[in-house]
């Protein structure tokens, strides 16, 4: 069944703050993590992946963080604007199969 | 450089038509999959294919729904007698081989709607 979920569906900050966005699964064969954005009326926008021999990926003001002894992950945006506003997902891979596992979603509102 | 397209972007059906999905993956892209995302949820898993083959329908309803990727042409996901609770986003990506490195492509999806 599905396994991955969210701690908050929405989160409210100002232009400028560092935003964390946190995620819960549940699976712990799961090997391989993506978390996407997704702009109202569109797809889903692959933003950051991480592997589970890592715990810490960076990208261009994203950086994604694993803790598999408590099966959490979470993406930091730093210095967020409001073109950040969006609906993020966390997705999990479980190992050997191809179908990812969405999250609930969690809203970001970023305010100028 | 195409990324994957879906079409049409919006579909409105009466209760009891058929609904056909197309989507033609990246170039190059052999591995097809669907998902089906109501308002306000993640994305559901429905089915991968390759070409001319289906990998794992897990996620596909049992009746009412097939999806197909032909040797030529795009993936087809198909829906017979529409129902109001098929009105959903449905979103495929692709991907040029298993496990996708960096996750899949999608596309911007068909918004069906049944009235």
């Known amino acids: 069944g599905e396994s991955v979920g969210l701690h908050l569906p929405t989160l409210s900050v100002q232009e400028g703050d560092n935003s964390i966005i946190n995620c819960a699964y549940s699976?712990?064969?799961?090997?391989?993590f993506i978390w996407y954005k997704q702009e109202s009326g569109k797809g889903p926008q692959f933003i950051i992946d991480?592997?589970?021999?890592?715990d810490k990926r960076q990208g261009q003001r994203v950086t994604v963080l694993l803790n598999k002894t408590v099966k959490h992950l979470s993406l930091q945006i730093a210095a967020t604007q409001p073109g950040d506003s969006a609906v993020y997902f966390c997705?999990?891979?479980?190992?050997?199969?191809?179908?990812?596992?969405f999250g609930t979603g969690t809203r970001l509102l970023v305010s100028p | 450089n195409a990324g994957v397209m879906q079409n049409p972007r919006h579909l409105v059906r009466r209760r009891g038509q058929e609904a056909r999905l197309r989507c033609s993956p990246m170039?190059?892209?052999?591995?097809v999959y669907w998902y089906r995302q109501l308002p306000e949820e993640g994305l559901k898993f429905m089915v991968y294919?390759?070409?001319?083959?289906?990998?794992?329908e897990s996620g596909m309803p049992k009746e009412r729904f097939s999806a197909e990727f032909p040797k030529e042409g795009p993936s087809i996901l198909r829906i017979q007698q529409v129902v109001r609770g098929d009105s959903a986003a449905y979103f495929c990506?692709?991907?040029?081989?298993?496990?996708?490195?960096?996750?899949?492509?999608f596309g911007s999806g068909t918004r069906l709607t049944v009235v």
């Open positions: 990506a692709s991907s040029l081989s298993g496990p996708p490195l960096h996750g899949y492509t």
């Open positions: 699976n712990s064969a799961s090997d391989y």
């Open positions: 991480i592997r589970s021999n890592m």
């Open positions: 997705a999990e891979m479980w190992a050997g199969f191809q179908k990812l596992v």
């Open positions: 170039k190059g892209h052999s591995h």
């Open positions: 294919l390759q070409k001319e083959n289906i990998i794992d």
